[in-house]
């Protein structure tokens, strides 16, 4: 009995030394770790391109990069990758910037995981910069997450609202949770604060005439054995003619179209009014309209001057898309969608009385405008 009391003694003890090892061991990797503010500075936007074209999302990280850098009152600087692009730099040192990286190299001459992760993640861990802008797009989706790890910080993807603590300056990350249904605030304990931004949602910065900084043009050692990847072909996608990102005016249908007369409706009502034609992923997943006219988390977010919303119920997921849209109008026989909580204006009523009603009245009022 006493041996067995005498065990269990020495279990605990055995039990609390190795907490306590753990607790230091701990601390030591916390200590190694710890991260002093005032070492890093300075707003950093890693700027996309292909083949020398800018992503236009680029503009809108140095929009918002600049509102930040003012209020941090530190610098913006805009990195970018690449190579024979110094004509692209230099247009990029009009968008208010106060200076330019330019990390050139000839195996950067197209994108790869491989290769841009290596230079960006480098060039971070010697500059230190204590805000990191990425665009949310494909390119960003992939880059930001593998630069956050191989630096050892975190990144809040898909953001869309920054703001800068008043009291401690630390970076508030917010972005949609829950498939849209809550907003999220997120604040990085670990510098440099990365997020992925997006695109279409952040103001975008306007072209000053006088450029304000210099370029620092940077060669760094990149080998081919870096890369793992090897870019064979590239094929365009086809978008058919859809560019909803830049459509200022959407006439949308979802499973309310019941089918390629619902689609040839809305497609006649897009034809008055100048508009493009978008879609809701039912209307996708039944066959109706192509991936390309999707609205949504999954497919494409717009920021229209009008969006018309036809037989779409008002989904989250859809929502997501299309709740920057200026104006709003949803027709749907259900008085209870939730698109009619977040629209301007709602028609209760069948889309197939209501869009020749619609255009009939557009043709009548055309016929005044002189
Ligand atoms: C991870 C994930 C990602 C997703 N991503 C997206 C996305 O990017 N985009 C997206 O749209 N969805 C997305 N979805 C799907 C989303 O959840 C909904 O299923 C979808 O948006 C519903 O499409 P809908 O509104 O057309 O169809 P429904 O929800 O079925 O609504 C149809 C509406 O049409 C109305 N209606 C029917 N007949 C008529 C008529 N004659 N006249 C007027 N109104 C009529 C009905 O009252 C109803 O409100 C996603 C889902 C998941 C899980």
Request: charged fraction near 30%; aromatic fraction near 6%.
């Amino acid at each position: 009995m006493a041996g067995k009391v005498q065990t269990k003694k020495t279990q605990s003890k055995s039990v609390k030394e190795k907490a306590a090892s753990k607790a230091a061991q701990a601390k030591k990797v916390q200590a190694k770790n710890a991260q002093n503010k005032k070492d890093y500075n300075d707003v950093w936007v890693i700027a996309e391109q292909i083949e020398g074209v800018v992503n236009e999302v680029t503009v809108e990280l140095l929009g918002e990069g600049r509102k930040l850098a003012d209020k941090l009152k530190k610098k913006l600087i805009v990195v970018i990758a690449g190579s024979e692009i110094s004509d692209v730099v230099e247009r990029l040192m009009h968008y208010g910037v106060d200076s330019a990286i330019y990390i050139d190299h000839p195996l950067l001459k197209e994108y790869t995981t491989d290769g841009y992760a290596k230079v960006f993640s480098e060039l971070i861990l010697e500059r230190k910069p204590e805000i990191i802008l990425v665009g949310g797009t494909s390119i960003g989706k992939d880059l930001g997450p593998r630069i956050a790890a191989k630096i050892d910080t975190g990144i809040t993807a898909d953001c869309t609202k920054l703001e800068i603590n008043g009291r401690n300056k630390k970076l508030m990350q917010t972005k949609p949770a829950f498939g849209g249904r809550y907003m999220a605030t997120i604040v990085s304990n670990k510098y440099p604060q990365m997020v992925t931004i997006r695109p279409r949602l952040m103001d975008r910065a306007e072209y000053e005439k006088k450029k304000r900084g210099e370029i620092e043009t940077i060669k760094p050692k990149l080998f081919k054995k870096d890369i793992r990847t090897n870019l064979k072909e590239k094929i365009e996608r086809e978008n058919k003619g859809v560019n909803l990102i830049e459509a200022k005016v959407i006439v949308s249908g979802g499973r309310g179209m019941k089918g390629q007369e619902g689609v040839e409706l809305i497609q006649q009502l897009a034809d008055k009014i100048g508009g493009v034609i978008g879609c809701s992923r039912a209307a996708v997943d039944l066959g109706w309209l192509d991936y390309a006219h999707q609205v949504g988390q999954t497919g494409t977010i717009v920021k229209p001057e009008l969006y018309i919303a036809c037989g779409i119920s008002g989904s989250s997921q859809h929502i997501a898309g299309m709740s920057q849209a200026r104006h709003v109008i949803a027709i749907n026989k259900d008085r209870y969608a939730p698109i009619f909580s977040l629209c301007d204006y709602g028609i209760i009523g069948d889309m197939f009385e209501v869009i020749p009603a619609m255009i009939e009245c557009i043709d009548k009022y055309k016929k005044f405008e002189f």
